[in-house]
T-cell receptor
Framework: AQSVAQPEDQVNVAEGNPLTVKCTYSVSGNPYLFWYVQYPNRGLQFLLKYITGDNLVKGSYGFEAEFNKSQTSFHLKKPSALVSDSALYFCAVRLLSSGSARQLTFGSGTQLTVLP | ETGVTQTPRHLVMGMTNKKSLKCEQHLGHNAMYWYKQSAKKPLELMFVYSLEERVENNSVPSRFSPECPNSSHLFLHLHTLQPEDSALYLC??????????????FGSGTQLSVL
């Protein structure tokens, strides 16, 4: 089965501290991995993606993610958290589905709260 | 502003009602999607429309009926819904559905409550 998992429903971190939001995946073939963020009362916004190349991917708002093939992980990181980073974060993997379309499969989301 | 607009923002309906959700994208994209977001569950892809094809999740009940009259507009027609259908319904678009590195642009969603 092809899937993506976010093991933590909630992550709390103090402002200024580094943050990590975890994601693991299970997919046959080469994975295409994404992170999206959802602020309150808003739709999801694209943060970053990994297709090929460097294992460390840099994205919007100072976020980065590290692709680890041996651990099948794609954790989201930021060196210094801001209160404004508080939001719901979704990891996603691109799957080969029926027909010619390839759709994103999302995790269940991790609520990040940055405490002042 | 992501370029994807959904209306209404909130909808309350009874189980015998018929209503429709609307989505419009101003990005010139060729693929549009409906997702269902329930608390602490993975986003569920319901339908995909693109120039190439319509793809639907076989687990979506027939009380949900999509319509895509052109590449800029997408509707989700609702009839005889159940309380468990209460959720945030998100519309998204992308340049095309078949590319593996395409990112999605989401609307703000319609919060649906079924009484």
């Amino acid at each position: 089965a092809q899937s993506v998992a976010q093991p933590e429903d909630q992550v709390n971190v103090a402002e200024g501290n580094p943050l990590t939001v975890k994601c693991t995946y299970s997919v046959s073939g080469n994975p295409y991995l994404f992170w999206y963020v959802q602020y309150p009362n808003r739709g999801l916004q694209f943060l970053l993606k990994y297709i090929t190349g460097d294992n460390l991917v840099k994205g919007s708002y100072g976020f980065e993610a590290e692709f680890n093939k041996s651990q099948t992980s794609f954790h989201l990181k930021k060196p210094s958290a801001l209160v404004s980073d508080s939001a719901l974060y979704f990891c996603a993997v691109r799957l080969l589905s029926s027909g010619s379309a390839r759709q994103l499969t999302f995790g269940s989301g991790t609520q990040l709260t940055v405490l002042p | 502003e992501t370029g994807v607009t959904q209306t209404p923002r909130h909808l309350v309906m009874g189980m015998t009602n018929k209503k429709s959700l609307k989505c419009e994208q101003h990005l010139g994209h060729n693929a549009m999607y409906w997702y269902k977001q329930s608390a602490k569950k993975p986003l569920e892809l319901m339908f995909v429309y693109s120039l190439e094809e319509r793809v639907e999740n076989n687990s979506v009940p027939s009380r949900f009926s999509p319509e895509c009259p052109n590449s800029s507009h997408l509707f989700l027609h609702l009839h005889t819904l159940q309380p468990e259908d209460s959720a945030l319904y998100l519309c998204a678009s992308s340049q095309k559905a078949t590319s593996t590195n395409e990112k999605l642009f989401f609307g703000s969603g319609t919060q649906l409550s079924v009484l």
